[in-house]
């Protein structure tokens, strides 16, 4: 099992910053990557980036340019620093772990999700 806690969500001015954070407890030896998605009202949850255990990185074409995905191995926390930030990036933001045990096969773990909200 693996726990993932949230935050640093909130309320920001379009074109300003905000950085979440997801920290993961539990089994950290089974996760594979780590990532973040988010979810608008009325919308399907997207992929917003990832990370692998060996720091490779993915993007939504959207935020190219504009978010980071970094992780602290030694805190087992991943970051998403989100600058530019535009109003259609107002969305809950949840952080995914995806593992791999050999007696159970893949997984995914989601967090509680946080609230980023980009208005005037």
């Known amino acids: 099992q693996v726990q993932l806690v949230e935050s640093g969500g909130g309320l920001v001015q379009p074109g300003g910053s905000l950085r979440v954070s997801c920290a993961a407890s539990?089994?950290?030896?089974?996760?594979?990557?780590m990532g973040w998605y988010r979810q608008a009202p009325g919308k399907q949850r997207e992929l917003v980036a990832t990370?692998?255990?060996?720091?490779?990185?993915n993007y939504e074409d959207s935020v190219k340019g504009r978010f980071t995905i970094s992780r602290d191995n030694a805190k087992n926390t991943v970051y998403l620093q989100m600058n530019s930030l535009k109003p259609e990036d107002t969305a809950v933001y949840y952080c995914?772990?995806?593992?791999?045990?050999?007696?159970?096969?893949?997984?995914?773990?989601w967090g509680q999700g946080t609230q980023v909200t980009v208005s005037s």
């Open positions: 539990g089994s950290i030896f089974s996760i594979t990557a």
């Open positions: 990370i692998t255990r060996i720091g490779s990185t």
């Open positions: 995914n772990a995806r593992t791999f045990r050999t007696a159970v096969g893949w997984g995914d773990y």
